[in-house]
């Protein structure tokens, strides 16, 4: 009794931990289904991308990696067209009711797509997802019934801003407010009653994204929310290694500017991106999936043992 008494917190978890099991499942079964290479790649990388709001975790000398994006992209530019992994990743300083340090990713990438195909297949995933878990085409989470028909709306940044923050992005960029705005005004409004993508973001946020050949203004990347939830992260791939090459250096500059840990360049990744074919690739967060699937709005009810615990 007195061991049952003490683990009462992991023993209220085992609803939780059989969804987000038949949700691990689901996902393999989609992407087998679609003759997907399931990989793995190693989680202690030597230099991670530079991101000015994501800190790796130091891991004698090198660092665990924030994502698996490096790796798998290496792999797309030897030659395989169409790969995914379900992994840890970790991130130092990120605890919260959504976020934790070490959590777990979905990536996957595809040869000869991008960022509009992606959005499809991504819908494709979580329609799947909800078929499997038996769902009927809807989701019910914090009270609201999302419906998981398609299509899925889609509304650019551009628009996002205006229809709810009534200022522009580029406005909310030159004033530093656009991370501000997009969290406490725009964030909240998405996905509530369907899923949407919110997508075409500006060049500045263009992260890995190469940008739109007819509007180089904005990157060719997009965003899945659900009940306002942020879910999922994917881009039509950047192959020109000289101007990725320029964006780590100056958000490697930015970094260091606000005082935190220098990375390497990631040379043995710039010298194979070249290689690379015309792509898109995503990451989505598998804790927050099974959140959304467990009608849960803490990440702790998802994972087996949070870090407090152990």
Not at 211 to 226: C, H, K, T, W
């Amino acid at each position: 009794m007195e061991c049952r008494t003490r683990n009462w917190r992991l023993a209220s978890r085992k609803k939780a931990l059989q969804t987000r099991a038949a949700v691990l499942q689901a996902v393999r079964g989609f992407f087998q289904r679609r003759e997907y290479l399931e990989v793995e790649t190693p989680h202690r990388i030597p230099a991670p991308a530079p991101e000015a709001h994501i800190d790796a975790v130091p891991a004698g000398g090198w660092f665990l990696h924030t994502s698996p994006e490096l790796c798998m992209k290496r792999l797309l530019a030897a030659g395989y067209p169409r790969i995914f992994q379900l992994c840890h990743c970790w991130r130092e300083g990120e605890r919260g009711s959504r976020h934790i340090p070490e959590f777990t990713m979905l990536e996957w990438y595809r040869a000869g797509t991008d960022y509009s195909g992606l959005m499809e297949e991504t819908e494709a995933l979580i329609q799947s997802v909800a078929r499997s878990l038996r769902r009927r085409g809807r989701l019910a989470y914090g009270g609201r019934t999302i419906a998981l028909a398609s299509p899925w709306p889609r509304i650019t940044v551009g628009e996002a801003f205006v229809r709810y923050a009534h200022t522009t992005a580029a406005a909310a960029l030159d004033q530093g407010l656009f991370d501000e705005i997009m969290v406490r005004d725009i964030e909240p409004q998405l996905g509530l009653d369907r899923p949407a993508f919110l997508y075409d973001y500006p060049a500045e946020r263009g992260s890995l994204a190469r940008l739109r050949a007819d509007n180089p203004s904005v990157a060719e990347r997009f965003e899945l929310y659900i009940a306002g939830v942020e879910l999922a992260n994917g881009f039509s791939e950047l192959n020109d290694a000289a101007e990725q090459r320029t964006r780590f250096l100056q958000e490697e500059a930015y970094r260091r500017a606000l005082g935190k840990r220098p990375y390497p360049l990631a040379e043995k990744f710039l010298e194979e991106l070249h290689d690379m074919p015309g792509a898109a690739g995503i990451a989505l967060g598998v804790d927050r999936l099974v959140m959304l699937f467990a009608d849960t709005t803490s990440i702790d009810d998802v994972v087996a043992f949070p870090p407090e615990e152990l």
